[in-house]
């Protein structure tokens, strides 16, 4: 366990350190934007607001309503396309 | 003492399947914090809800769904049948062909000096008359092919004819 662990904080550094990290975030966004996500979440976001009034609503409102619904919401044709770029980079930078 | 081994290639499928699925999890989580952030501020700032319209704006600028109309209402067609008289020439032209007609009329726009150019030189082929002096007709005279073959396919056979001449043709070899 503490191999891979150790493993995965190599990987990530990794990511950070080519900027691959970087890339897959703005290419995630894009493709979430894309596909209406954005959009859809936005609606959400306007329930609880509407819920916890505009004047309360603090950041973890939002968080602990969103974040589970976000999660679920992301159509799996992006979650396949940005897996198989993740994938690459793994093969790639198998030292 | 032996280096362990710490490379990618040493996982198996399933791991490696994993690892990607934990870096796709954080990154979409990493998506949906911005998002609440970016909305938070939007609503401290005050403008969150500023695309939205009340319900009477939205239903005067509603999109219009008629036959003959566009989508603003507007009746599209109703210059079709109308005739404007051009201030050049005086004629009544149809309004649909009145933009190009004046372009030709007025001798302004991308094609009239290339079709003055055409009209000056089948005009010089055509009808002797000169406009120009006598010993500029000599000149155009004089050359090797006419200066009135405007047809493309005219200028091309002359090019090729003149291009030919030193070229010994291949089909009647000497014994």
Known sequence: MNKESRLKASINQKLTETGERDRLKELLRAKLTECGWKDQMKAQCKEVIKEKGLEHVTVEDLVVEITPKGRALVPDSVKRDLLLRIRAFLTQHAS | MKMEELSVSSLDNSKLEALAQDILSDLVEDACLGLCFEVHRAVKQGYFFLDDTDQESMRDFEIVDQPGLDVFGQ??????????????????????????????????GRNSSRIANRRIVTGNNTNNKSESDQEDNDDVNDNDWSYGAEKKGDVIFLHLLNSHKGVRCLKTKPD
């Not at chain 2, 404007?84 to 190009?100: D, E, G, K, L, Q």
């Open chain 2, 75 to 108: 009746v599209y067609n109703q210059w079709k049948n109308k005739e404007c008289v051009c201030p050049n020439c005086s004629r009544s032209i149809a309004a649909s062909r009145f933009a190009p007609h004046l372009e030709k009329c007025l001798g302004m």
